[in-house]
């Protein structure tokens, strides 16, 4: 008998399921008419989206009357904003548009490097498109309501300043994601600076896409610290704390957001001492939205700190540090880069919620698409059609490019995925 | 032991710490507090609850409540119709949202796009905007009255076909208990000869039959006592059926509509969250497509499902309080009109909330029952 030696097993590459690519034909039948009641089913939703189709081409090119657009576009996006001011809007603009350059062209930087160095896949092939197309679409509704040259070479000018400052943004350093962070702050606060400081317009005068945004991204900055505090607060170790945090957050969560908006118009007049002036209904109607957010990016945050493994905490204090520092320094890092994509669907939720401030009498988007109708050269005519869809068609694409960016961010930190 | 100095014992610090704490909101809240009083007083509104008692002063369209009658009743008739359009809303949308949440895995193309479509052109709309759409530019714009066979569609009104009870309804409510019971029987048996023997049960088809045939036989001995009461034209508008007015019919569509598109996401989130091992199994035993859905896939589903769906109720049911804008009299209009009717509108806003805290905390405690039974029996 004879012994062999002992041998390195061989290893076998390992097979993956076979990619099967089908035919067009074999596709149409895989897909369309497996069965009998597939093929009814094919049949019965080409009719239902043909006739969709074709009532929707033919009232957004044919039968409606976008007339009240073309004349209210200005209307519809800032309102009551004095016409001879609107230049700060342009300014805010091309601010945003340098800021988003930099930090697109430096998040491609590092992208590319991770691509380079094989630690993610690259990026499918007409993936921009896929991911700008409804904001284009929207840039180009836009301009054709617009009309004028002016406004088509500012946009022009806008876009050129983003592609700029995205190459600016491509030759920053990579290990200086502090610089990008900060420059995104700064170009908010520039942003908001250009239109409200130097002898410009307050708030009080905004009106329609602009005090849209305006609540909305104004909404979730402030709410964003305090949801951090209440949240750690939720998860103290003292009970005083967290009962009181507890209490404040399933309040506001049992409650419609249309009766914090009600407190804060009716109500926050009387929580002032006498004799203070009544803040405008803008104010009030921006508390009442950072109140009714604050508790939902607590409840984030908290699903966030739940998600730092015990260990961790564990061994920051086994190295010596404070209960405080160990929050600050090993806890919040780790939680609040898994709440992105969870806060950027609060944001969205709070775009789409800032229309609810329409009822209690400002003028944002929606708002403003229900009184022009009452124009008198446009009064009874059944507008609200045109004008509703036009707002809605707005909101669309905001949140949706937004949705599809957090999904996006979501697959990219691997959240879910640990 | 010796125990530190007081102001380094970490337990003194501790309480010391919370009373601290405490003091703090205590004062802020106390400020708040004085602040309202001192200015409720100072304009004479006063901060008592008794305006609940005092005659409302104005009409809610659509019941027949009296302008003498008091706010505290305007306001149950408010939530009312809250819970009316509530239940029934969550009704449609869990019907329809997990329709449309299937579809969006259906092994068709079209099918899966056509869902795709529906879901992602309604979830990233603002309900208030579909809910105007739905009043101002679609039914608003119906027709006066328009009698399309059994339903009528209308800007004053929608209604539909309502079933009237006549003489001898008590029999006829003898004998559908009776067909209930006879289709368990019936049930049962075919469960078992199933089990004893192996045969087709064909149990659905033999429950539907028995029920259907002992209810037509009660129909006639108790001498049909129940009507159809169809809406019929008259001269000015319609009368009978089942009514609605435009602006239930409206928040209801677009709170359905708008509920859907998110339960959709739910159910097919929670359908592939189940283990892909178990619809190949399903395959592997030779069950039919449907027979994996209904009896492996959507039992597991349903179990992932609960929360987020009972979250998507709760947010329907806040949601119908955008029923203010539409002038829809729920409660929340009624107290708005309460409020522009001289309440005092903190005491008035304070009711208001704790009337939706009540309906969240309620739903919340049938989902925490219902999450109980059905949760996985697991070592802990």
């Known amino acids: 008998m004879t012994t062999s030696p002992l041998q390195e097993p061989i290893p076998v590459p390992e097979e993956g399921p076979p990619i099967t690519q089908l035919g067009p034909r074999e596709w149409v039948r895989q897909n369309l008419f497996r069965t009998w009641f597939d093929t009814a089913l094919t049949v019965l939703f080409s009719l239902i989206l043909a006739w969709v189709l074709y009532r929707a081409g033919r009232f957004v090119f044919v039968t409606g009357r976008w007339e009240i657009i073309d004349r209210n576009l200005t209307n519809l996006l800032v309102f009551r904003f004095p016409r001879d001011e609107l230049w700060r809007v342009w300014t805010a603009l091309f601010i945003l548009a340098g800021t988003f350059g930099v930090a697109a062209g430096s998040a491609a930087r590092a992208r590319d490097r991770a691509v380079a160095e094989g630690r993610v896949a690259p990026a499918q092939s007409g993936l921009a498109l896929r991911r700008f197309g409804p904001f284009l679409l929207l840039v180009a509704v836009l301009l054709y309501f617009a009309g004028s040259l002016s406004a088509f070479l500012l946009t022009t000018a806008v876009a050129a300043v983003a592609l700029a400052a995205r190459f600016a943004g491509y030759r920053v350093p990579p290990n200086r994601a502090g610089w990008g962070l900060a420059v995104g702050v700064l170009g908010l606060v520039a942003a908001f600076a250009a239109i409200l400081g130097f002898g410009g317009v307050g708030w009080d005068r905004w009106g329609g896409l602009l005090l849209t945004v305006f609540l909305a991204v104004g909404g979730i900055a402030i709410s964003f610290p305090i949801g951090v505090l209440l949240a750690l607060g939720r998860r103290s170790t003292f009970p005083a704390v967290r009962v009181v945090c507890v209490g404040y957050i399933e309040l506001i969560r049992g409650v419609p957001l249309i009766t914090v908006l009600f407190m804060g118009a009716f109500m926050l007049g009387f929580f002032l001492p006498p004799g203070t002036e009544t803040p405008s209904l803008e104010t009030r109607a921006l508390v009442a939205l950072v109140v009714f957010t604050s508790a939902y990016v607590a409840e984030i945050v908290r699903g966030g700190l739940q998600s730092v493994p015990r260990g961790q905490i564990e061994a920051a204090y086994a190295v010596g540090l404070s209960p405080v520092r160990t929050t600050a320094l090993i806890v919040l890092p780790q939680a609040l880069r898994a709440v992105i994509p969870a806060m950027v669907g609060q944001f969205i939720t709070l775009f789409k919620d800032t229309s609810l401030v329409a009822i209690i009498g400002l003028t944002e988007l929606l708002g403003v698409s229900s009184i022009v109708t009452s124009q008198p050269d446009f009064l009874g005519q059944g507008l609200i059609f045109e004008t509703l869809v036009f707002a809605a068609f707005v909101y669309w694409v905001g949140s949706y490019s937004m949705s599809r960016e957090s999904q996006r961010l979501e697959r990219r930190l691997g959240v879910g995925q640990r | 032991m010796s125990r530190p ?162 003489d001898g309804i008590g029999l006829f409510a003898v004998a559908t208990a009776v067909a209930l019971v006879a289709a368990a029987v019936a049930w049962r048996w075919r469960t078992r000869r199933f089990d004893a023997t192996g045969e087709p049960h064909h149990r659905v088809l033999w429950g539907a039959g028995v029920l259907a045939a002992v209810l037509t036989v009660g129909f006639f001995v108790a001498g049909r006592p129940l009507g159809i009461d169809t809406p019929e034209r008259l001269r000015f508008g319609f009368a009978g059926g089942l009514e609605m007015s435009p602006e239930f019919a409206g928040l209801l569509i677009a709170l359905v509509l708008y509920t859907a598109s998110h339960i959709a996401e739910v159910v097919r989130g929670s359908i592939l969250a189940v283990q892909r091992g178990q619809g190949e199994a399903a395959d592997a035993l030779g069950l039919s497509p449907f027979q994996r859905l209904r009896f492996v896939v959507l039992p597991q589903a349903f179990r992932i499902m609960i929360p987020p769906l009972a979250n998507h109720f709760l947010n329907l049911v806040k949601n119908s309080s955008l029923g203010v804008a539409i002038a829809l009299p729920e409660v929340t209009r009624v107290v708005r009109i309460a409020i522009s009717q001289r309440a005092p509108a903190p005491q008035s806003i304070v009711i208001l909330m704790g009337i939706y805290l009540l309906f969240s905390l309620s739903i919340a405690l049938v989902t925490n029952l219902v999450n109980r039974r059905l949760q996985l029996k697991g070592r802990g």
């Open chain 2, 5 to 166: 100095a007081p102001w380094r014992d970490v337990r003194v610090l501790r309480i010391a710490f919370q009373a601290a704490f405490l003091v703090a909101v205590g004062a802020f809240v106390l400020w708040i507090v004085d602040n309202t009083v001192g200015n409720l007083e100072r304009r004479g509104i006063g901060t008592s609850f008794d305006f609940l008692d005092q005659p409302a002063g104005f009409r809610i369209p659509g019941s027949d409540f009296r302008t003498s009658q008091s706010i505290g009743d305007a306001i149950l008739v408010g939530v009312e119709t809250t819970i009316k359009v509530s239940a029934l809303g969550i009704v449609l949308a869990f019907l329809l949202g997990v329709v449309v949440g299937v579809a969006r895995l259906s092994p068709n193309w079209l099918v899966r796009r056509a869902a795709a479509l529906y879901v992602e052109s309604l979830r990233n709309v603002p309900v208030l905007a579909i809910i105007f759409f739905w009043y101002l530019a679609v039914i608003l714009r119906l027709p006066t009255v328009e009698v399309a066979g059994l339903f009528v569609f209308s800007n004053r009104a929608f209604a539909v076909p309502n079933l009237t009870l006549e």
